[in-house]
């Protein structure tokens, strides 16, 4: 069974350029969540998806967004990127229907902003 | 809101001794707790979570936590570590009221010597 895909696994912007970062959930899950780790703020979360949706979301500026797709694939966009922006993102899915479902983390996008 | 604390940034013990690493949260609702390994490079791996019932929550690769509500605890223990333990490892918190979004402490690595 394939884990959780998160492309690219690296990538280097410019700032004031936008990005967008794939994730590809294990084939039945349909809740995508993000998280962004950093060395000053450590792991904080941006949004939850399900059945293309959002249902959450976290403490983050409206240049941060994602959404899903209808086969439960998720993209987040940042534009106008920020050297601060600078991180790891990661993405993880989950089965719906469970109150306490565990969480599937994909080995994250890192993005370095110049 | 929910918070935790990782009371160690850095944990180093020798191969074979074991360990506890610290974890503290606030919450003013019912809480689940979770222990993640991260290695290198990776995302996140689950070692073990409490939802209810027992204290004493047994993980993978040997770990067990015990839940002490009344410390608002989450110790992390395993009685013999191995080289290969050595990784990052984040308590995190999520609330009943929260749905899947998880708060997570600021990590503690645990660095195994021989």
């Known amino acids: 069974k394939a884990g959780v895909t998160q492309t690219p696994r690296y990538l280097i912007k410019t700032r004031g350029q936008q990005v967008t970062l794939s994730c590809s959930p294990i084939s039945g899950h349909r809740s995508v969540s993000w998280y962004q780790q950093t060395p000053g703020q450590g792991l904080q979360f941006l949004f939850e998806?399900?059945?293309?949706?959002?249902?959450n979301k976290g403490n983050f500026p409206g240049r941060f967004s994602g959404r899903q797709f209808s086969n439960s694939r998720s993209e987040m966009n940042v534009s106008t990127l920020e050297l601060g922006d600078s991180a790891l993102y990661l993405c993880?899915?989950?089965?719906?229907?469970?109150?306490?479902?565990?969480?599937?983390f994909g080995s994250g996008t890192r993005l370095t902003v110049v | 809101a929910q918070s935790v604390t990782q009371l160690d940034s850095q944990v180093p013990v020798f191969e074979e001794a074991p360990v506890e690493l610290r974890c503290n949260y606030s919450?003013?609702?019912?809480?689940?707790l979770f222990w993640y390994v991260q290695y290198p490079n990776q995302g996140l791996q689950l070692l073990l979570k409490y939802l209810s019932g027992s204290t004493l929550v047994k993980g993978i690769n040997g770990f067990e936590a015990e839940f002490n509500k009344s410390q608002t605890s989450f110790h992390l223990r395993k009685p013999s570590v191995h080289i290969s333990d050595t990784a990052e490892y984040f308590c995190a918190v999520r609330e009943e009221t929260s749905g899947s979004r998880l708060t997570f402490g600021e990590g503690t690595q645990l660095t195994v010597n021989p």
């Open positions: 993880a899915s989950s089965l719906a229907g469970q109150v306490l479902r565990n969480y599937t």
């Open positions: 998806y399900f059945s293309e949706t959002q249902r």
């Open positions: 919450s003013s609702v019912s809480v689940y």
